[in-house]
């Protein structure tokens, strides 16, 4: 189910919350992403996917606030998949380095797919 | 036979106007403000700041005679303090006088009572009848004021009679000629004070004098110097000089070559006083200037007896009344002007004169304002004053200390003129022929141009040989580019180093700049910079010989950071452009130099033509606004044809430059200035603010150590970085505060 609560779509699939980016990833918006992805993490999320399918534009300190959240996620044992990157920005997240830390998914399906695939692999 | 037309009509004028040569814009000036004699806004007056020599009695009486054959509204007063002999209260009278006789003069259009000598009553007689009433009263004032004991309040009156001119008659506009204001330095009544307060308060007028002085009594009156218009009056233009010459021999019937003609105007440094005084000399003395011989004849005879003699004699005897005094100070002038001996401190002097310090400071001061030396207050510079001041200053000390038989003397400074001449007209050849290279220099303000025109060996590669349209195209798109230091100071080699005197003065200049986008230690550069003399392409030696030359400068000056900069007329030979190399410095020859000149002036064209390919935001800061900066960007891109994805990139570097831009947390209009400027084959983008340097940018600058700074501030660092990829040229210009990124996208 949406929860709207903190200004940032998201939901959950079984312990793989998904978090919807929108269409201007700027320090703000990041710091909601992030601040939603915290509490899910807290919730007892063991994966976060974050969809990007709405969004057009990122600026360099949402993609550091990005890394920010990918360290969170790697120090609570949990893995995170970005979804739906449009081009530029996939271009973008590989000049700063951020494709190394994750993994890049065409659509959210999938990127639960890869989650589940992964966390079977791991024993989950 | 008909009258002769208004216009024509010469007053005071010494010449015809088509004879006065030069000075236009300044007669302008002096014309155009007259037009307020009369209107209710007078505003300031026209100071007339004048460098020695240079000339401006004809230019005021050229612009009275003007003045007064238009007959409008203006009333010109022209008056010249007298030479010497007078005192404060006669100098007041006399332009009282002069007021007078000029005002009627006009009134009645009356030419010839400009300068007649009248007295008082004759001018009342003279007046005509809508004048009567204040002029009687102006006369009758006077003569219960001359009769009183207070010379500073008669000096006072008559230099204020200009106000008593009742508001609807036609004002006066005085243009009041104070060369010789020096002269009334020793009265008992503060001549120049009071003569600045009366101006300053019937505006408009002019006041002219020399600069230095102007400047110091204005100031000392307590008038605000920013009020009034202001005029350089420097000697005349090498061109104007010639031209001069020719005129007055011309008038005056004197035949002249034109290689005296061009020594005339070299040696005399285009002072139309010394020139036109020679010139004035050879028509009283029947002489022809046909050879270097026949000029330097009449310059020794002026020197030692004639006109040039009168006028620096006067000189000296309004610095130095006391003959005593004044012979020490000869003796002074005379040994500090022998090489070596450039300087002298204000200690020095006060023993030398044996004189307290109160008059040596006031010795000091007449010089100073006569640019025979220059004196700040502690330390003298004794190498100025005109060639011709130079040699009277030596020859008077031979002959007036030393005794020296005068027939020894006057061989002596006719040998020393006669060997000098040539050398006089062939520095002024070369000088004429040669590449401006302080102009150059003085240009540089952080333009971009073609590395390669400081690259002898890869443009004698890559060009050599090739048309100039097609070098000057191909250098247009040529991808090697490096950025000009901004250049604050130049100044002749020779003045940083006496081992250059045995080169011409132009040929090394040594030129202060800040490379950079900031004024630090870190960033100021010197560019020392050589012309090689060579027919043929530079050798090694000679390579080798300048370098070390400009080293040992850099060293003796205490420069720390240097950039050598050697320009041969064929460029290098191979061996010397490796040496160039090695030791890390620049070599053009004199195409390059060209080039890269035409390269400079262009751009200040450039500029002009390239405002109607430019659009201007202003945004303020905040509020995502980064993304109406982008928005714009975009639409401006779509009309060049740019492809999609380069408009992205376009995009996000703009969005990057503008978040850079608004982490100036002390800006402070909190705006960012977007410049977008569309040329052939790129878009231009410039996005600045206010404020302070940003850290990041501080960083990039070495000012910061990057090291240092935590992971966040270095992920912060990564919008630079971005923009750097994602855009084909990046650069911090030079801006006095906040920051300016420019930024080029080339279309592919």
Not at chain 2, 78 to 100: G, K, Q
Request: hydrophobic share 45%.
């Amino acid at each position: 189910m949406a929860d709207f609560k903190s200004n940032v779509r998201s939901h959950t699939v079984g312990t793989t919350a998904v978090v919807y980016a929108s269409d201007y990833l700027n320090k703000l918006t990041g710091e909601r992403i992030e601040r939603e992805c915290k509490k899910q993490l807290d919730s007892g999320a063991r994966a976060l996917v974050i969809d990007f399918s709405d969004t057009e534009l990122v600026n360099s300190i949402g993609i550091s606030i990005l890394l920010g959240i990918i360290d969170i996620a790697e120090k609570s044992g949990a893995l995170v998949v970005f979804s739906d990157v449009n081009n530029e920005t996939v271009q973008l997240f590989e000049m700063l380095g951020l494709t190394r830390h994750v993994v890049l998914a065409k659509d959210e399906e999938e990127a639960l797919t890869t989650l589940s695939s992964s966390s079977k692999a791991m024993g989950h | 036979m008909s009258p002769r037309p208004q216009q024509e009509r010469r007053i005071l004028g010494r010449v015809k106007r088509a004879e006065f040569v030069g000075r236009d814009a300044e007669l302008e000036r002096i014309l155009s403000l007259a037009s307020h004699a009369n209107s209710a806004r007078a505003g300031g007056g026209l100071l007339i700041l004048l460098a020695p020599l240079a000339g401006v009695s004809e230019l005021m009486r050229q612009a009275y005679d003007q003045l007064f054959n238009a007959q409008s509204e203006a009333v010109p007063i022209y008056f010249s303090l007298p030479a010497s002999d007078t005192t404060a209260v006669s100098a007041a009278i006399e332009f009282l006088n002069a007021f007078l006789a000029q005002y009627i003069a006009f009134r009645r259009n009356e030419p010839s009572l400009a300068q007649a000598s009248l007295t008082m009553n004759d001018l009342v007689q003279l007046a005509p009848a809508a004048d009567l009433d204040w002029i009687e009263q102006l006369v009758s004032a006077h003569n219960k004021q001359r009769f009183s004991s207070d010379e500073r309040e008669l000096v006072r009156f008559c230099l204020n009679a200009p106000r008593r001119v009742p508001s609807g008659n036609p004002q006066p506009y005085i243009l009041f000629d104070a060369v010789k204001l020096a002269n009334y330095d020793n009265e008992q009544v503060p001549f120049a004070g009071e003569l600045i307060k009366a101006l300053a308060g019937s505006p408009p007028f002019v006041l002219a004098g020399l600069r230095r002085e102007i400047i110091r009594e204005v100031e000392q009156a307590g008038i605000d110097y920013g009020t009034h218009e202001k005029v350089r009056l420097e000697p005349l233009a090498e061109a104007e000089a010639r031209q001069l010459v020719a005129s007055v021999a011309r008038r005056e019937g004197v035949a002249v070559s034109d290689e005296c003609r061009d020594l005339l105007a070299q040696q005399f440094e285009g002072s139309p006083f010394l020139i036109s005084a020679m010139l004035l000399a050879a028509r009283e003395k029947h002489l022809a200037l046909n050879s270097y011989f026949d000029c330097e004849r009449l310059y020794v005879d002026e020197l030692l007896g004639g006109r040039l003699n009168h006028y620096f004699t006067s000189v000296l005897e309004n610095v130095a009344p006391e003959p005593i005094v004044r012979s020490a100070l000869i003796r002074l002038l005379s040994e500090s002007l022998r090489a070596g001996q450039r300087t002298a401190s204000f200690a020095a002097w006060t023993r030398r004169l044996n004189l307290e310090a109160a008059d040596v400071e006031s010795i000091l001061r007449s010089l100073h304002v006569q640019e025979i030396v220059n004196w700040d207050g502690e330390t003298v510079d004794t190498q100025r004053g005109s060639g011709a001041w130079r040699d009277f200053v030596r020859s008077r000390f031979r002959l007036d200390a030393l005794r020296e038989p005068r027939a020894l003397v006057v061989a002596d400074l006719m040998s020393a003129a006669l060997q000098r001449a040539p050398q006089t007209v062939a520095r002024h050849y070369r000088r004429s022929a040669s590449l401006p290279l302080r102009d150059v220099l003085q240009a540089f303000n952080y333009q971009r141009v073609p590395k390669v025109l400081f690259d002898y060996a890869a443009f004698a590669a890559d060009y050599k040989g090739a048309p100039t349209e097609e070098i000057a195209a191909r250098l247009e798109i040529d991808p090697q580019a490096m950025k000009l230091p901004q250049v604050f100071h130049t100044a002749h080699g020779v003045a940083f180093s006496a081992e250059l005197k045995q080169f011409d003065e132009e040929s090394c200049v040594v030129a202060h700049a800040f490379a950079g986008t900031s004024y630090t230690n870190e960033n100021e550069v010197v560019w020392l910079t050589a012309k090689i003399d060579s027919k043929l392409e530079a050798d090694a030696d000679a390579v080798a010989d300048w370098c070390n030359r400009l080293e040992n400068l850099a060293q003796r000056s205490g420069f720390s950071r240097v950039q050598l900069w050697l320009i041969a007329n064929e460029g290098f030979s191979v061996e010397a452009s490796e040496k160039l190399r090695e030791r890390g410095a620049y070599a053009s020859s004199r195409m390059q130099f060209e080039l890269l000149s035409a390269q400079l002036s262009e751009g200040l064209n450039k500029s002009t033509a390239a405002a109607n390919n430019e659009y201007v935001f202003i945004l303020p800061m905040g509020a995502d606004n980064e993304l109406l900066a982008a928005a714009t960007a975009e639409q401006i891109a779509r009309r060049l044809n740019f492809r999609p994805e380069a408009i992205n990139q376009i995009k996000t570097a703009i969005v990057e430059a503008c978040i850079n831009a608004s982490e100036h947390s002390l800006s402070p209009d909190q705006k960012i200035y977007q410049r977008f400027r569309v040329e052939d084959d790129k878009l231009v983008i410039t996005i600045s603010s206010r404020g302070i340097l940003p850290a990041s940018v501080e960083a990039r600058e070495g000012r910061t150590h990057g090291k240092d700074a935590g992971v966040l501030e270095q992920r912060r660092g990564w919008g630079l970085k971005l923009i750097e990829t994602l855009m084909d040229e990046v650069e911090f210009e030079r801006v006095d505060e906040g920051t300016s990124l420019r930024m080029v996208k080339y279309l592919r």
